[in-house]
């Protein structure tokens, strides 16, 4: 049992998604009931085979269909033709990361999504996400990397625009929905480059035969650019804003960490597909280290430019998604720069502490974004717009929610002792060695977030108490209150005790990414 | 000779898909202009994936191992795999294109320009 856990893991959501609406039919709240047990079993199943990790050092795979799971290679045979699955350290730290987000969010949604027909669509896609999630950072093979991102996408664009009675929203999941489309078809012209030159799908196999040529480099574009139009770095982030803004408050928490899981591709491919190279032939790893620094500038500097004239609160909160995205980009992109430098000694200098501020900040992120924008739903539901010219005094009444809305906004702009502190200042303190330029720009970026969310504390808790603006006032829901309670949780322990969390978690992340180094 | 007829209809198909997505304004013609984009890379996948002369990945009915050419049947489906998800995306897209209609009573993208507040 405990040797099928990381298919058990995908499959175990995947028909309990489809069975949900056949318990339904006893009652809704039996169906509340499996889906949050599916989903927490889930969790328990990310964390055990995270602590089997540790145990055992070496990444964790698993083929389908074979005698035993670990047979990699079948009789007679010099390359795997088998599905495998693959878990490293950066795998179950992504893993890990949707689970969390996703169990909390559908805590969340338990009340706040109201109950009629449609409720059991909601909680099927919701489920399909995290399908689609773990999926991905599991698999091993483009083509299952490739059918994981689709029901990502499909599921989280249906989910935009659940609430399809508004104007704009099926908009924006039309318009999510292409960008996805149009992102998978060019990923798949990148694998169909490999796949006619060295004849699979595997990832390990096609890093170990990889040669480099011109088609490779192409393909490498191919991949690369879409994963990151999908993750929303800046030249193509129009679907932000709008998808982030039309879903509802659940699922746009949701759909921060599904970003992030087109993020996790956009590391995994140009580390385990193109990284550490077996041969001498390698590829100019400056190029693309610097690519990916000018994709996060320009996305942290845009981003937070764009969230300060804002009006509207979930918008204003996409754009500084956006602009987080950046420093996640900014750290690994100089870890990349300065990973094939002779001898190491830049890498072992700063390189490695920024790819693990990259990638902590990937962590923080998913949990402190998710919390911010669960506390806009409750702003949401109490003023009925999104107009932040239209509400006031929230502190008078939802004091809890206050405090949970001054925990995030501290964290995402990088204030002790919340979790954004520790993973900016790693940033921060290792970019400074490598060009001080980029690290001032980092700072002023996290000063514009600041400013920027003091505007929203001011505009809409601030102020006189206005019951004629109320639309509903009634007490929040235990599971509302509970699911931001967790986050604000989990935003304040990473942020007290980080050297835990960067040595059981990201550190092995990192391992995980480069092996050896 | 064939396959390079083969290699320039897809790339015409995936340039014509991309185009008419970048440049017509009718949502329903953007569903349109996707669907000869999926076409195009369908077929671009398809010929990459053929080996001309070789048999099929049974090792029994293999005439001998040296060089020997084998068409496996990955890619056939994974372009089987993308037809269906191409399906499911053109029936999302084309419903979100209905209400988009129904709340905003045009197809245009550019009377829809930006998604507002609008409560």
């Known amino acids: 049992m405990i040797e099928h856990l990381p298919i058990l893991a995908i499959t175990v959501p995947l028909f309990a998604a489809f069975l949900l ?78 689970a969390v987000v996703v169990l909390v969010s559908y805590v969340y949604s338990m009340k706040y999504v109201p109950e009629d027909p449609r409720k059991n669509y909601y909680t099927i896609l919701l489920m399909l996400m995290l399908v689609g999630m773990l999926g991905l950072e599991f698999t091993n093979d483009l083509f299952n990397f490739f059918v994981f991102l689709e029901i990502l996408s499909i599921s989280s664009s249906a989910l935009v625009s659940y609430s399809y009675n508004r104007k704009f929203s099926p908009y924006a999941g039309y318009k999510y929905m292409m960008i996805s489309a149009v992102a998978t078809s060019f990923l798949l012209i990148g694998i169909a480059f490999f796949y006619s030159q060295y004849g699979s799908f595997n990832i390990e196999y096609l890093h170990g035969v990889i040669r480099f040529t011109l088609l490779d480099k192409i393909a490498l574009i191919f991949m690369v650019v879409p994963l990151a139009m999908k993750a929303g770095a800046i030249p193509m982030h129009m679907w932000v804003p709008d998808a982030y803004s039309e879903a509802p408050a659940p699922v746009t ?56 004239v804002q009006h509207d609160v979930k918008r204003l909160m996409a754009y500084h998604a956006i602009s987080q995205t950046g420093y996640m980009l900014l750290g690994v992109g100089v870890g990349v720069v300065v990973y094939m430098d002779p001898g190491g000694a830049a890498y072992a200098a700063f390189g490695r502490d920024a790819m693990m501020g990259g990638i902590f900040h990937i962590m923080n992120h998913a949990f402190y974004k998710g919390l911010l924008f669960l506390t806009s739903g409750v702003m949401v539901l109490r003023f009925g717009t999104r107009d932040l010219n239209k509400m006031m005094g929230m502190a008078h009444r939802d004091t809890f929610t206050t405090l949970c809305f001054i925990a995030g906004a501290l964290a995402i702009s990088g204030v002790p002792p919340f979790n954004g502190f520790a993973s900016k200042i790693l940033i921060y303190e290792s970019v400074y060695r490598f060009s001080p330029i980029l690290a001032i720009i980092a700072m002023f970026v996290s000063v514009l977030t600041l400013a920027s969310f003091l505007k929203v504390f001011y505009g809409a808790f601030l102020g006189p108490r206005n019951e004629d603006i109320i639309v509903i006032d009634e007490p929040l829901p235990a599971t509302v209150t509970a699911a931001m309670g967790v986050f604000c949780f989990l935003v304040l322990a990473m942020g007290l005790f980080p050297g835990e969390v960067l040595k059981y978690l990201v550190e092995p992340a990192v391992a995980g990414l480069v092996p050896g180094r | 000779m064939s396959n390079f007829f083969l290699y320039l209809t897809s790339i015409l198909l995936i340039m014509a898909g991309l185009a008419a997505i970048l440049y017509k304004r009718n949502l329903i013609k953007i569903v349109i202009a996707l669907n000869i984009l999926e076409a195009g890379v369908n077929l671009l996948f398809i010929t990459l994936g053929y080996r001309p002369g070789g048999t099929a990945p049974i090792f029994t009915m293999a005439p001998e191992l040296e060089g020997l050419s084998m068409v496996l049947p990955t890619p056939q489906a994974l372009i089987l795999t993308n037809i269906v998800i191409g399906f499911a995306t053109t029936a999302l897209m084309l419903t979100f294109a209905v209400l988009t209609h129904r709340h905003n009573d045009t197809m245009d993208i550019r009377n829809l320009r930006g998604v507002e507040s609008n409560d």
């Not at chain 1, 005698?67 to 179950?92: T, V, W």
């Not at chain 1, 580390?271 to 790893?285: A, M, Q």
């Open chain 1, 21 to 98: 609406p056949i318990i339904e039919k006893a009652h809704f709240r039996a169906r509340n009931a499996a889906a949050l047990l599916a989903i927490l079993s889930v969790n328990v199943m990310v964390v055990l085979l995270a602590l089997r990790l540790s145990r055992e050092g070496a990444p964790l795979v698993y083929v389908l269909g074979a005698q035993s799971p670990a047979q990699i290679l079948p009789q007679g045979l010099d390359f795997p033709i088998r599905i495998m699955l693959k878990i490293d350290g950066f795998s179950i730290f992504m893993a890990l990361t949707s």
């Open chain 1, 253 to 308: 928490a949701a759909l921060v960490s599904a970003s992030q899981a087109s993020l996790y591709g956009v590391f995994r491919l140009s580390f385990s597909l193109f990284g550490n190279p077996v041969s001498d032939v390698t590829l100019n790893y400056h190029t693309l280290g610097w690519i990916i620094i000018v994709l996060g500038v320009l996305s942290m500097f845009v981003g937070v430019t764009m969230a300060l």
